[in-house]
């Protein structure tokens, strides 16, 4: 394996490359939150019904989570630029076909290309950030993007909302695809090659690779753990479209503004994860976290027989995203710190499991979320409490960022 640390003037001021670095990694936010006010619309555009829109959104997570195992090796072998590049032009080219979708059939399709095209930007982002940080700092790091990419989420549903109002589902993904192709130049303006071995591209060294990681029973419990808490929010996201509008009465325009106490739950948990995580150990954040999200879930279940109301989801749901914004920057730097000179298959099968854990959640919930919102609870509560038995059976001196 030949040595290619980048050097000093190669890489960016953080200043720098944190914001691109987010943007990046928003990638797979910005394609689900911007048209999630779309989604009711669709059902009557493409004369389908609620479970068949709902494959729109799981055949993207099945193409994000299924390309994680091309990207990593790919990126190890190949370096970070041009599958970061291949993988945004794929992204940006299959979003505009969306826009031109006239089934649902096409348009599933198309998401799941879209899927395979985003996918490059966190995985390579999580690569990119343990490539050129050490692991309490990567923590760090890692925690300050995921603030920067909750500010999507905060505007996309409002600003798909809008469009969805002022001009047509259609325009939602043109407007996705224009930040796809700014991202191209952006990332081959400023992005530096920051691999630092080049792995060979061969069914030996990949199996090699895939095998060493199966064999850390302490990356799994973090993967696992995090895959469990990710899923059951993306559960919600996945729903909470039907649920709000549908079953709420939430107006469309108005759907951003509850979502935006979602995010800022995101946001809480990750600022705490980018102040304490030089004076906290990892897993008793992501203990703190799973806490959190368990009773967030369980206020949700309780308050769901009471008066039917928005907030009764959206406030409850805010505190189990404010566990998220705890547990997924630590549970990351936790999982790709054993593997520098991997680093970006590591991260691969990290959002593999995540995505497709995601995914198949995100399907059951289209198939439960029929007239109860208990069913995408269920599930949600399954997740937390799944989440919350793997982080307390954890020894926090496995997980030490110190090396």
Known sequence: ???????????????????????????????????????????????TNLSRVQLSMSSFL??????????????????????????LAL????????????????????????????????TLGRAIARDLFAPREAARVLATIAML??????????????????????????VTAVGGMALIFWTARTLPESVPFRQPFHPTTILSNYRALFANALYWRVVLASAALYSGM?????????????????????????????????????????????RWSAVFLMRVGAALSLLGITAMFLLEFGPAAPLTLVLPMALYSAGVGLVLP??????????????????????????????LATAVVGVALTTSVFGMILIMLLLAAACSFLVFRMNPADFDYDY
């Not at 910005?30 to 999630?36: M, P």
């Not at 299959?94 to 826009?99: E, F, I, Q």
């Not at 505007?155 to 047509?168: F, K, N, R």
């Not at 729903?239 to 979602?262: A, N, Q, R, T």
């Open 234 to 278: 993306m559960s919600f996201v996945a729903g909470s479209s039907f649920v709000l509008i549908d079953m709420k009465g939430v107006k469309p325009e108005h759907f951003g503004p509850y979502f935006f106490f979602i995010v800022l739950g995101y946001i809480s948990g990750s600022f705490v994860t980018s102040r304490q995580a030089g």
């Open 149 to 174: 990419i909750g500010i999507a989420p905060a505007i996309a549903p409002t600003l798909g909302g809008l469009i969805l109002v002022w001009t047509g589902w259609e325009t939602i993904f043109v």
């Open 62 to 87: 099945a193409g994000f989570a299924m390309f994680h195992l091309f990207c990593g090796p790919l990126a190890d072998s190949f370096g970070r630029r041009p599958i970061l590049l291949a993988g």
């Open 330 to 359: 630590n549970a990351t730097a936790c999982a790709l710190r054993p593997f520098p000179n991997m680093a970006a298959t590591a991260s691969a099968m990290f959002g593999f499991v995540q995505m497709g854990l995601g995914a």
């Open 1 to 47: 394996m030949r040595r290619l640390m980048p050097t000093k003037t190669s890489v960016p001021a953080p200043s720098t490359l944190i914001p691109l670095l987010a943007g990046l990694v928003a990638l797979g936010p910005i394609s689900i939150d911007l048209y999630l006010p779309a989604l009711p619309t669709l059902v009557d555009v493409f004369g």
């Open 91 to 122: 992204f940006a080219l299959s979003t505009l076909a969306c826009a031109l979708a006239t089934t649902v059939d096409e348009l599933i399709l198309w998401r799941f290309l879209q899927g395979i095209g985003a996918c490059v930007g966190p």
